[in-house]
Structures are given as C-alpha cells and as structure tokens.
C-alpha cells in the first residue's frame, strides 16, 4: 500500500467534497442500472464489487438491497462512510483498504458485476487493473465502467489555446482517454465488450467522440 497516494486521496476526497455525491449524477446513475440490469441478473446471490467507491454514495444509488457488495478504495475514511451507508442497506458490505495500482487481496473469479466509475483515469497502468478485474469477474460475469471524455468539443478549445489539461479537469487524473483510444485498451482485454457514449442520461449518437460527456464501458467475462 502506497501510504502517500493513500493520505493525497483521502486529502483530495475530504477537501473537494467528494463524500455523498457523484460526478455527472443525473446522467450516469440511470444509464449505468440499465446497463447493469441488461447484462447481470442482479438477484440475492449476486456479488457485487465496487473500485474506487470512495463512500459508497454511487453504488447506493444502482445496486438494489438483494445483493452483496464490496466496496474498494484507497482512502480509508471513505470506506468507513460506505460502511455506514450500505450496512443494512444491501445483503451484506465488505470494504477492502487496497491500492488500485497494485494486485488485490480478493480471490480469482469472486464477482458477478464489477462496478468501474470513473477510477481508469487515476491509475497508472489501466491495463494492469482492466486484467485484474477480468481475473476476480466469475465466468459470464461483467465489467461495467465510465470514464470522462477528455477529448469533448471544449477540452480541444482549450488544447489549441496551449491550456494544460489538468488546468480543466481533476489533478488526480492520470490517463486522458478518447473514445477511439478507450475501445483499443478495453478490446484488448475483452472481445465481449462495448462503449456507449453519454450525454446528460440519454446515449450520444451524434459525434460521440466530440459531444459525449463521457463513456459508459462493458466489458463481459466471456467461458472459454
């Protein structure tokens, strides 16, 4: 465990007031239970696991109570808050204090449906998590994720004029991913994958790569 990126993210979380709300509510929360839903029959035996959860608050919002879920992140002060949110609140709560860079202390194909929300962008090898995901997802089971569109219509108005990225987005971003470069990366570890770009909660059709607020990845664990 990374002692130092732990203290920058609980610092991060506390000083931004990043606890009880989530980027893009509005229009994530709805699309994500759907695409959940559509690819995983949420009943009383699944289990759930949630990377990067921060407090729990997104997760609360699209799993219903049936299933089990673990919850982990990095900042320890966080999980103790999804402790409280979700006890009582889903079948049953774990939470697991683990670097998101790193392997994870969870045992091969342990879940169902891995919940992704806007965590790719603050690692450092995505690759190295996209593989542990697929080794701790059950057979059949699905990956669902989102990531900002670092390449919308505005982002590029401020490249031209020299602006450094991190000038208009979160300082902890690592990665800055197109929807051309996000397919590549989530093709290369699934065949049984998908990218729905999302504008507000209705999926972008039109210049996706220019006008989505973000993309909504799935990523399916297909037998071999």
Known sequence: MNKALSHLYATHHSKGAYYNTTWREAGRVPLFSAFCKQYVPLSEYADV???????????????????????????????????????GAVQECRTVHADLNERLPLEDESFDLIIASEIIEHLIDPAHF???????????????????????????????????????????????????????????????????PYRGDDVQSFLPSVLADGFIFVCKKTYS
């Open 49 to 87: 696991a949630d990377f990067g959860s921060r407090d729990g608050y997104f997760l609360s919002r699209i799993i219903p109570s049936q299933c089990t879920v673990t919850c982990v992140d990095i900042d320890e002060h966080a999980l103790a808050q999804s402790r409280h949110l979700l006890q």
């Open 130 to 196: 996209l593989s542990e995901c697929f080794r701790l997802l059950k057979r059949g089971g699905v990956l669902v994720g989102s990531t900002p569109n670092a390449h919308r219509f505005d982002k590029r108005l401020y490249a031209l004029m020299g602006v450094d990225p991190k000038a208009h987005s979160d300082p902890t971003h690592l990665q800055y991913f197109s929807l051309a470069s996000l397919r590549e990366r989530i093709t290369s570890v699934s065949a049984t994958s998908a990218v729905h």
